[in-house]
């Protein structure tokens, strides 16, 4: 099975923070393909680069991690996800463009999401597949 997982499920992950048990058991099958947004990637950096977040390896490459440690795919966006995104109404107050974007990946992808954030079931009846990480 594939599945998308967001910045904060990627950065908990990696951190050894809290993630629930059925999205630890996701994780963990490596019969699953579990694929990280570039746009999460880019928050990564961003946090790295405001010292929010201090990668443990001295020469740390966030890419080769992703692939190679932990054996992940990248999914980057694509004119096919901007598209998604243009139709995509903005729910109650989530305007967060970040995350818009994520979601625009996976439905246009239809990959189920893995998050924690609360705002994300709302758009299933846009076709998003939501599993959370609370």
Known sequence: MRY??????????????????????????????I??????IREFIHLVQLGKITPKAKNFDIFSFVENELGYGIKYIAKEHLRTLAKLPIIDEHKDQRDRLIISQA????????????????????????????
């Open 35 to 40: 694929y990280v947004c570039s746009e999460s």
């Open 4 to 33: 998308i997982i967001d910045t904060n499920v990627f950065i908990d992950f990696i951190e050894d923070r809290a993630i629930s048990k059925k999205v630890w058991q996701i994780l963990e099958d490596r019969e699953n393909l």
């Open 107 to 134: 439905i246009t992808e239809k990959i189920p999401l893995i998050s924690s954030d609360k705002q994300f079931p709302k758009y299933r009846k846009y076709g998003l597949d939501f599993i959370s990480n609370y």
